[in-house]
């Protein structure tokens, strides 16, 4: 632990530097101050008479200040101090002091350490100045070694030195050193000084310490705006927002101090950063309200909030307010820009931003790649990135990460992993926990257990198997190929288990449909500190869903929703599978009033499922309604709601909106061509059907048994039934049952017994114990009258004592479905029901 109080070796004599302008930053020795020492200085940048300079005539050290202070070009600072070794002012310690301001300030930092170790006097102010550049350069323990020396100087310490001073805390020695700081400011007397004390609480606030800051507050015995907003600014950074605006509005209770503009910026960050994003653009508009216009830094901590929720308006908005007011030069605020549109998903202006206002930094760029893949527009990323490498942007691994991951996303997982393949044999870029853990995400969804095994042993060499993302990702690549076993010796090599990592071991057990194992490992994992999130129990649903317990998947959600979990959208595209496949209506239509109530309806993802969920409940009309209210549509969307037209036989409407589709420039594939076939079958147009299925190879879209099924259904129903025949023997697939019976039921239709002889025959051979195909045989000889045969079929039916299998019905009562067929007797109230039958009955009888 760094400590002030331990015993400080005696400083070594005082060594003559070296006179060389060679310069180790990490071997700076700092030297007592000896005006009689003679040093070098290396020469001006420009003496050349020339050009013209403003201060060749006659200057004063007050002017040297002057235009140093204002200086924040490196260049002309370089100018300037050449200019004063011209003048004369060669070891004057006020000017150099400057010039040591000057370069800290503009980043130069060797210049600085060079100027500083050449100076003939040193005082107070050049050891701070010193210490300012080593802080601006992230140098935090040789600030910490610079500051130490300061204390065997012949000068006294002033109050200015230890703002600067208690900056190391927050990069080095933490609280500890910084409450050691404390004690020395209030043994130097300085604890009341207004500037120190307000230092004293925005290193308390940075090293987390807030009891303390808050406790230091009260005991000020003067406060300005500085101490308060220190205060709000520490509340705010570590995500105390409730106590951050509880001290805000302290401000005027206590001191009668009104909040200023940084006040109200801190508070406006603290809420953005931390996600309480409708609050932070709430706190936006009262703050303009009370008369203070936002700056750039406000801004761009807004636009992140605006990204999140989508507020395009609001992002325009902000966008002419940049440009008005002549801040589109801010990096931060393009950067944000950029990022609102492209989760707005307006790509153009997202363009247009990036290509007139970003300075083409990684950041920009990989905003823009992002952009690009969650837009589905590969190419236009791909270009982009091709363009990066041209300009040697290349070695950037995190847009390596950008691409694979956005491949991986866009379920483009072949050309991920040949991504991946290139990334692993560049020597110049090196791959890190997410490239490993997106190639993994690859070969998961592939089911590629060999290729991951290959990761595996790549993430062992570079020792990053115990990084939790890398683990959790190897976690569900081994659960995604079935090798449970596997997943739960990678998760035991994690080291610092997080929640997403346990969360990643649940959802692999609930997919394996081991819930035992599921309870067990969520024991563990509340044992060990992580308490579980809204993920951990998506995972575990997700488990109940695909495993078809989809009653017990909706018993959960009532559950999460009783345990005080709030669920996200996430959890709401999970459950609504289950009220398909279990055609509860009721259920559906709660959680789609969840959906509604949390603005989620409109997601492209919650609409398709909310329109499949609708059509196989049987609600054609609340299934389109559920359709228009989309806000972004893509190919999910647009195939769900032409299958609910196919399903329901809405021919007509179906062929329309298939048209449509093509109108509007979606690229169909297989799912969209099976929809559109069967919309052409329930509305019997034959030459339309011909033409949508002679259509599929401009799209690239191979035919499936099940196209062909839809063609020889259609040209059956026509009465082609020797074509569709044809095209049953010239398929390249084998017949199957529901193909021959199609092809039967046209014939039963057209009286055709030749060929309905022979599809019954291939059904009876496939399937001999279905009664079903025996019936239909029968119902084509009655059409045809011939009763010797449907004599004969019936006969077959009663020896071999074959029975049609019941059809079904339910009915669903408080959320609870009964099922009946036909003389049921075995639900649990039979009494009741046929009593009540029995009474209904009776009635009719009266009626009538």
């Known amino acids: 632990m760094v400590s002030l109080l331990e015993p400080i070796a005696q400083p070594l004599p005082l060594q003559l530097l070296q006179e060389s302008l060679e310069f180790r930053a990490s071997k700076i020795s700092f030297h007592k101050s000896k005006p009689t020492r003679r040093r070098d200085f290396p020469q001006p940048i420009s003496t050349s008479p020339a050009h013209f300079f403003p201060l060749d005539d006659l200057v004063n050290s007050s002017t040297y200040a002057s235009a140093l202070e204002s200086c924040k070009c490196p260049r002309l600072g370089k100018q300037v101090h050449a200019q004063t070794l011209k003048n004369g002012f060669h070891g004057h310690e006020f000017v150099e002091t400057k010039l040591l301001q000057m370069y800290g300030k503009c980043g130069c930092f060797n210049d600085a350490v060079l100027l500083f170790d050449k100076m003939r006097a040193r005082n107070l102010y050049s050891w701070t100045a010193l210490l300012n550049v080593y802080l601006s350069d992230g140098l935090f323990e040789e600030a910490f070694e610079c500051f130490q020396q300061v204390r065997f100087e012949d000068f006294d310490l002033e109050f200015f030195l230890f703002p600067v001073v208690l900056k190391i805390c927050c990069g080095y020695g933490g609280i500890e ?136 308006y609001l992002g325009k908005a902000i966008h002419g307010y940049l440009a008005r007011h002549e801040l589109m030069s801010n990096s931060f605020v393009v950067n944000g820009l950029i990022d609102v549109y492209r989760r707005c998903g307006d790509m153009g202006n997202a363009f247009r931003v990036f290509s007139m206002f970003s300075t083409k930094n990684d950041v920009s760029y990989n905003t823009m790649l992002v952009g690009y893949f969650e837009n589905g527009e590969i190419s236009k990323a791909q270009e982009l990135f091709y363009q990066m490498q041209r300009e040697g942007k290349w070695k950037d691994i995190i847009s390596w990460n950008s691409m694979i991951s956005g491949y991986v996303n866009n379920s483009m997982f072949g050309e991920a992993l040949n991504m991946f393949h290139k990334v692993m044999w560049k020597e110049e870029i090196e791959a890190d926990t997410f490239t490993l853990g997106s190639a993994l995400a690859a070969c998961a969804d592939m089911g590629l257990l060999r290729r991951g095994k290959e990761i595996h042993s790549c993430a062992i060499v570079r020792g990053l198997q115990t990084d939790a993302f890398v683990g959790g990702a190897l976690v569900e690549m081994y659960s995604k190929c079935l090798d449970i076993k596997a997943a739960q010796k990678a998760f035991d090599k994690v080291n610092e288990r997080d929640i997403p990592t346990w969360n990643a071991l649940i959802s692999s057990y609930a997919r394996s449909d081991e819930m035992v194992s599921v309870e067990c490992t969520l024991e563990k994992m509340k044992a060990d500190g992580c308490d579980p999130n809204i993920y951990t129990w998506n995972g575990i649903l997700a488990g109940h869903v695909e495993n078809a317990r989809n009653e ?105 909106f298939f048209r449509r589709m093509l109108g509007n420039g979606f690229i169909p594939d297989d799912v969209t061509f099976l929809s559109a076939l069967s919309s052409c079958v329930h509305a019997g147009l034959l030459e339309t059907g011909l033409e949508f299925f002679d259509l599929m190879g401009s799209y690239n879209a191979k035919p499936t048994l099940k196209h062909y099924t839809c063609m020889v259904d259609l040209l059956s129903r026509t009465g082609k039934l020797n074509e569709a025949l044809k095209v049953i023997k010239e398929m390249p697939w084998d017949p199957d049952t529901v193909i021959w019976g199609a092809l039967l039921g046209g014939c039963v239709i057209h009286k055709n017994l030749e060929v309905g002889e022979t599809a019954a025959n291939k059904l009876i051979e496939l399937e001999p114990g279905n009664t079903g195909n025996h019936i239909m045989l029968a119902n084509l000889y009655a059409s045809v009258g011939r009763w010797g045969d449907l004599t004969k079929t019936r006969q077959l039916i009663n020896e071999k004592k074959m029975h049609k299998s019941p059809g079904c019905s339910w009915i669903e009562d408080k959320s609870e479905i009964h099922v009946f067929v036909a003389c049921d007797t075995s639900h649990q109230r039979t009494d009741e029901i046929y009593e009540i039958l029995n009474i209904l009955t009776t009635q009719i009888k009266v009626e009538h």
């Open 177 to 312: 050193l910084g409450k050691q700081l404390h004690g020395i400011v209030m043994k130097y007397g300085f604890s009341s000084n207004i500037y120190v004390g307000n230092a004293l609480i925005d290193m308390y606030g940075k090293c987390a310490s807030l009891e303390d800051a808050k406790k230091f507050l009260s005991n000020m015995s003067v406060r300005d705006c500085v101490s308060w907003n220190s205060v709000i600014t520490a509340f705010a950074v570590n995500g105390m927002l409730s106590e951050a605006h509880e001290v805000f509005k302290q401000m005027s209770a206590e001191d009668n101090l009104t909040p200023n503009f940084i006040s109200w910026s801190a508070l406006i960050g603290g809420f953005s950063q931390n996600g309480y994003d409708e609050e932070a653009i709430e706190m936006l508009y009262k703050m303009q309200a009370v008369g203070f216009q936002p700056n750039a830094q406000t801004l761009a901590s807004i636009l992140p909030a605006c990204g999140r929720l989508q507020m395009l």
């Open 552 to 656: 017990s998947a909706l018993q959960l959600f009532l559950d999460i929703q009783y345990s005080g979990l709030r669920p996200d959208i996430y959890t709401i595209g999970t459950v609504l599978p289950a009220c398909s496949r279990l055609a509860t209506l009721d259920r559906g239509k709660q959680i789609h009033a969840y959906a509604v109530r949390c603005g989620y309806d409109s997601d492209t993802h919650i609409g398709s499922a909310l329109v499949d969920m609708y059509a196989k409940c049987g609600c054609v009309k609340h299934a389109r309604l559920a359709y228009d209210n989309i806000k972004k549509y893509n190919l999910v969307t647009e195939n769900a709601m032409l299958t609910a037209y196919a399903m329901h036989g809405y021919g007509e409407e179906g062929i329309d």
